[in-house]
């Protein structure tokens, strides 16, 4: 049976029911800017109010452009879209209600690879890439290394199997972890359990449609993220597409929040995607030519994109 609560019972249902355990998030912190609310936590996506962030437990699945969550056991909840602005790393609001992801822009974005298909569409996109060091200083920095699929004539939501440092909105702390994410069906950021995985660890991603071969504009995504080394993994299953036709591939992008030297990076300088596969909506293997793309920022430390061309590799440097 299928129930609709107001916003606040819902906030208590997702701390009761599937794990959104508001406490567990951490705050932006002290290096936060000085327009987003000290409440307000990190996501892939920039500063999002905690309300709005949602893990989706194993066994759940989101429905209805992210407005209905599907328990485990089969029974339907009615969500809440997200009342709350978000804000980009500057501490600018990016928007209100259910907002579009602006991307690639200041949201923490250092440095990238992307691509685009043109008037076709991806249907699978995977890569595989081995956890850094651990930076040698702790700010309380937040990294996240991810690759990922948008819409480049209509920005609405973005796919990442993401590896993070520091703290976010899905937990962590002074080591790396994995979750699989997806910004912003309801305009709500979405997660997958976060698992921690080590230096040295070789860890995959994937984003692949559950439709069809052909089908333009599939409802729905699996987004995996998987630590090959100890075969622990998370990821979101049947995730909504929010009616997006993903033709922007990202091979390795870098986002960062609160550093402030460039030893708050990994130690190693670089980090290297070197198996990176991409199938059109066909079946079939697509050429890379990635463009490296640097928008820098303070500390200014060695930011630089490698991606030759007709290479399955892409290398961010730090």
């Known amino acids: 049976m299928r129930r609709t609560r107001n916003i606040f019972c819902a906030v208590l249902l997702f701390v009761a029911s599937f794990g959104m355990l508001l406490r567990a998030q951490a705050p932006a912190g002290k290096n936060r800017p000085a327009g987003v609310p000290e409440e307000y936590v990190i996501t892939p996506f920039g500063y999002f109010h905690p309300s709005c962030v949602l893990q989706i437990a194993k066994g759940e699945t989101l429905l209805a452009d992210g407005r209905v969550l599907q328990h485990a056991d089969g029974t339907l909840e009615d969500l809440p879209a997200c009342e709350y602005p978000h804000y980009v790393a500057s501490g600018e609001i990016a928007g209100a209600g259910v907002t579009k992801v602006e991307s690639p822009t200041i949201d923490g974005w250092v440095e990238y690879a992307s691509q685009t298909i043109g008037t076709e569409f991806y249907e699978l996109f995977s890569n595989e890439w081995i ?126 929040y609160n550093v402030t030297q460039c030893s708050d990076y990994p130690s190693n300088g670089s980090l290297l995607f070197p198996s990176i596969n991409l199938f059109d909506y066909n079946g079939n293997l697509v050429a890379q030519n990635w463009k490296g793309t640097v928008l820098g920022g303070s500390p200014s430390c060695s930011y630089a994109v490698s991606a030759p061309t007709g290479s399955d590799t892409v290398r961010v440097y730090y």
């Not at 996240?144 to 702390?173: C, H, M, R, W």
């Open 131 to 256: 956890v850094p060091p651990a930076p040698t200083s702790n700010n309380g920095q937040t990294l996240f290394f991810f690759q990922g699929l948008e819409d480049t004539n209509d920005v609405v939501s973005i796919l990442q199997p993401v590896l993070q440092y520091g703290k976010s909105a899905a937990g962590g702390g002074n080591n790396w972890a994995i979750a699989a994410w997806n910004c912003c069906p309801s305009g709500t950021a979405d997660y997958s359990s976060l698992v921690s995985v080590k230096p040295s660890d070789e860890v995959s991603g994937s984003i692949s449609s559950t439709c069809r071969l052909g089908t333009e504009h599939c409802s729905t995504w699996d987004i995996v993220i998987e630590d090959i080394t100890t075969a622990k993994g998370t990821s979101l299953v049947n995730s909504p597409s929010e009616g997006q036709t993903f033709n922007w591939a990202f091979g390795g992008v870098l986002e960062a």
